[in-house]
């Protein structure tokens, strides 16, 4: 499911292949997809346009489109963006195709169809009104301890909490309480101020690097929980099995050696 890191890795992906050019014709092929809008509107809203730039905010992407439209995407489960040279073929599952003047092609790849594609005004008011929190990478070292460290739950469940922190979800909700040894059961209120700062240092750290690497699990440092996960995973750092529970709802990975939970 992209996260935070994946979104940020289409984000740069459309800037570097989709800006600036006029847009023809706006291919659905799923109208499953869209939400509050009907194929024929999208397409009439945007025929003659540009995207201009774009804004992420936590797993959403936000691409202006002229002085007043904002084309919102999320990818769910499965989404991605595909830039299609003349002459390429789409992939089977292109739900929505964005066409450009220079006979070049925008896909919306979801396989599973949990993504969302919408026009809006006003991105903040968007943000608001879904009461989605701040980014994870907008945040500084105070305003992360008033969040996570106030809070009753399992600090994982918190971490995946939209509402409070925007772009973690559970693949690199458990990168980060790996790195910084928490438990991702732990309560908060048992976390020292050091554990505080150390699963801040370990969010910001996890979230760039996986930019940095464009969330290429092939590239991932062999540390990490990551490209150990799953049945028969050893810890990266201890070699004990790494054990699975359900928490906050997820399926969760830890190893209970390098993670203890707080006495
Ligand atoms: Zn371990």
């Known amino acids: 499911m992209p996260e935070l890191p994946e979104v940020e890795t289409f984000k740069r992906y459309l800037d570097r292949t989709s800006l600036h050019q006029r847009i023809t014709n706006v291919e659905v ?9 009907s194929a024929r509107e999208l397409t009439r809203y945007l025929e003659g346009h540009r995207f201009e730039n774009s804004h992420r ?19 769910g489960m499965t989404g991605s963006l595909e830039y299609l040279n003349d002459g390429e073929v789409a992939p089977k599952t292109a739900r929505v195709i964005f066409c450009f003047a220079t006979n070049r092609r925008l896909a919306f790849d979801d396989q599973r169809k949990f993504g969302e594609i919408e026009l809006i005004e006003d991105v903040d008011e968007f943000l608001q009104t879904r009461d989605i929190g701040p980014d994870a990478l907008e945040i500084g070292l105070s305003k992360f301890k008033a969040i996570v460290g106030n809070r009753r739950g399992a600090v994982k469940a918190i971490l995946l909490n939209q509402q409070l922190i925007a772009g973690i979800g559970n693949l690199y909700a458990d990168e980060i309480l790996f790195r910084a040894r928490v438990h991702p059961a732990t ?5 020292s101020d050091t554990d505080l700062r150390r699963l801040f240092r370990a969010t910001r750290y996890v979230l760039k690097k996986a930019i940095a690497l464009k969330t290429d699990f092939n590239r991932l440092p062999k540390s990490w929980l990551l490209t150990h996960r799953g049945k028969r995973g050893g810890c990266p750092r201890c070699g004990r099995a790494l054990k699975s529970a359900t928490i906050g709802g997820r399926t969760s990975w830890f190893c209970a050696h390098c993670q203890k939970r707080a006495a």
């Open 29 to 37: 092929r799923d109208a499953y997809v869209l939400k509050g809008i």
């Open 187 to 191: 309560q908060p209120a048992t976390l």
């Open 57 to 75: 905010h936590g797993k959403h992407l936000f691409v202006r489109a002229n002085g007043e439209l904002w084309l919102r995407l999320h990818f």
